[in-house]
Each structure stands twice: as structure tokens, then as C-alpha cells.
């Protein structure tokens, strides 16, 4: 069988250049213009008549200007070619997304420092419930990662990428997962490096991660990563942490151990519920996340 070759109507360009052209279209089309280059420059020429037109333009002048000034040196002591085209951004376009907030350097300081610290209290100074304060701390990384992963605070070219068929839900998801891609292995493998000392176990924090994290991009279609994060990673900690410090008797680390384990150990259950309600929430509300501009 031989399939018809098709190409970008004068139409389909100006309904993807207004943002009017339905979401799997626009992938469709996407997907074409990495092969077409008449349809590339007809759709090009759509989005510069467009009020966005000469702020891409001023963008791309900056790219190929900083560009430009980094070439490296041909073998001959000139600038070799750039390579450019469709196949360089189709390849360094999810790395460069995916890489941004799990290298991000205040979120990834903070996390090395508490699983240095973890560490250096049980070998060092020998403090045994080093595990109970890391597991303590253990759920709120990712949650914190979804704040630096997605929004105009994360991200200063997040208007441009938020407005492609690869932006929105799918490119939060994308961030979100690199962020849980760095830090679920760090903390679980520094927690199973640390003694028990009445804790739960070292993997006993990744259900309530995942559903506090999928709670956090679902309440994020309402009220922006930033809030929602705030709101579920402050509330993870107050619900752990004050019924502890409330708790008569005791050294407060074991009474934060007994605490972890009711949260842990005997909840795995609703925290599998909480996880799967909250992404099926964050499926119906995954348009939202195409308007997150000000928030």
C-alpha cells in the first residue's frame, strides 16, 4: 500500500498559527513540518503575520547571535557548521526540557544537602533516627520540584513553549517526571543506607510521594504550581509534624517515628486511592494547564 503525500494548507497554517487548530492536529502537523520544508515555511510565514511574530523574531535574532559567538573551531581554525534544522530541535528539545528543573541549582543544593546530612548524622555523630527526619522530608522534594518545573516563574521563554502542541500538561508531566527521575533515587537509596531505628521502611515514602505529587499538577490546573505545591507540601508536613510535637511522652524523634508509620505503613492503601483520583482529576483538568500564564 503507498499513502497519499499530503501538505499544509494555507487554512490549517492560519488555524495553527492562532492556536485554533485542535491539539492532535497540531501534533500531526508538527510531525510533518520536520520533513516538509515548503510546509515549514508556509506555516513559518503564518506565525510571523501573527502579534507574535516580531517577538519570535527578535528570539531567533538572539539564538543565532549567542550561537554564533560559541561555534566551535573547524579543523582548519575556522567555524565549522552549525548543525541546524528540524532533527537537531527534535533531538535536544526534550532533553533540554526534561534536564532544566532536576538541574535546577536551589532545588538540587537542597536536595544533596539533606541527603549529605542524613548520612553525616548517622555516621558521624551517630544519631540513629537520622532515617525518621529523612523520611520526614523525603515526600516534599517532589513536590517542590513541580514548582521550579513548569510555569513563567520556571521558565522565561514559557509563554512561547506553552503555546505549542508540546507544551501544557505534557511538558509539565515531562519535568515532573526528570525531577522524580533524580531525587526518588537519591532518597531511596540514602534511606536504605540508614538504619531502621523504629522508622518505616526506606521505601515506605514512595506511594505518598507519587499521590502528593499528582495532588500538586491537579490542584495546579486551579491555582498554579506554585500555590498548589505550597498547599500540599506545607500540609504534608504540618499533618506529620505537629500531631508529633503535640504527642505527650517520649524523645520527639520516636514519637515522629510513630507518627511516619501511621502515615506510611498504615495507609498505603488510600494514598494508591488518593494517587489514582488525583490523576484522573489532572486528566479532565489537562487543559488548564494551556492557561497557566499568571499564575
Known amino acids: 500500500m503507498t499513502t497519499t503525500p499530503w501538505h499544509t494548507s494555507e487554512d490549517l497554517a492560519l488555524r495553527y498559527a492562532d492556536g485554533s487548530l485542535p491539539e492532535a492536529d497540531a501534533w500531526s502537523l508538527e510531525k510533518h513540518l520536520e520533513t516538509c520544508t515548503a510546509c515549514a515555511a508556509r506555516v513559518s510565514a503564518a506565525v510571523r503575520n501573527t502579534p507574535a511574530g516580531p517577538v519570535l523574531d527578535e528570539v531567533r535574532d538572539l539564538i543565532l547571535t549567542a550561537t554564533a559567538t560559541r561555534r566551535p573551531q573547524g579543523a582548519r581554525g575556522t567555524a565549522g557548521p552549525a548543525p541546524t534544522g ?48 529523612l523520611l520526614t522530608l523525603a515526600p516534599v522534594f517532589p513536590v517542590a520540584g ?122 498505603q492503601t488510600g494514598w494508591a486511592v488518593a494517587a489514582a483520583g488525583c490523576a484522573v482529576l489532572l486528566t479532565v483538568r489537562r487543559g488548564a494547564f494551556d492557561h497557566l500564564e499568571n499564575r
Not at 113 to 130: D, I, K, P, W
Not at 198 to 212: E, K, M
Open 146 to 267: 513541580v514548582a521550579l518545573s513548569y510555569g513563567p516563574h520556571a521558565d522565561p521563554l514559557h509563554e512561547i513553549t506553552a503555546a505549542t502542541p508540546s507544551g501544557g500538561l505534557r511538558l509539565a508531566l515531562t519535568r515532573t517526571a526528570a525531577v522524580l527521575g533524580v531525587s526518588l533515587p537519591a532518597l531511596a537509596l540514602t534511606g536504605a543506607a540508614l538504619p531502621a531505628s523504629g522508622a518505616p521502611g526506606a521505601a515506605a515514602w514512595l506511594l505518598p510521594a507519587l499521590a502528593l505529587t499528582l495532588g500538586s499538577l491537579a490542584l495546579a490546573s486551579y491555582v498554579g504550581c506554585r500555590t498548589a505545591t505550597a498547599v500540599t507540601g506545607g500540609g504534608w508536613l504540618a499533618a506529620v509534624l505537629l500531631p508529633a510535637l503535640a504527642a505527650p511522652g517520649g524523645p520527639f524523634s520516636a514519637r515522629l517515628a510513630g507518627r511516619l508509620a501511621g502515615c506510611f505503613d498504615g495507609a
Open 86 to 133: 528540524p532533527r537537531l530541535t527534535t533531538r535536544l528539545r526534550p532533553a533540554l526540557w526534561s534536564l532544566g528543573p532536576a538541574l535546577r541549582g536551589s532545588w538540587l543544593l537542597a536536595l544533596l544537602t539533606v541527603v549529605g546530612g542524613a548520612l553525616l548524622l548517622n555516621r558521624a555523630a551517630g544519631y540513629e533516627a537520622s532515617r525518621t527526619l
